[in-house]
């Protein structure tokens, strides 16, 4: 037994996975569509947000996987920016996703950070 969407009302149900290429088929074609109908929600979820309050909400979140992704590269977070830096870069990524030459040295030279290190954090 597995538990996938059903076709009409969206909820979970049990499917009957037998032993067959036929009924494996079924089963992926079905957490595929789970999965697919998860993601739109939490798009619209995202969007919704962003609409209410004005930040994306998401932010915080890639701010926070890109400092702890450099620690685990074996640098600090500290060691890459200042604090205050951090939290500018984390308003302005609240904002833009991405940011272009221009934009990168200017944050560079407001924060007092290097180039490289202002496109390490984006």
Known sequence: MALVVAE?????VELDVGDSMQSLSRLVDSQ????????DQLQQLVVAQCKL???NPLAQEMVRFLLSFRA???KRPRDLLNPKAVKYLQSVFSIKDTIGKKETRELSA???????????FM
């Open 8 to 12: 009409s009302s969206g909820a979970l």
């Open 32 to 39: 595929r569509e789970l999965f697919h109908s998860q993601i």
């Open 53 to 55: 309050t004005g930040v």
């Open 72 to 74: 685990l590269l074996g």
């Open 110 to 120: 407001l924060c007092g950070v290097t180039v490289s290190q202002v496109l390490c």
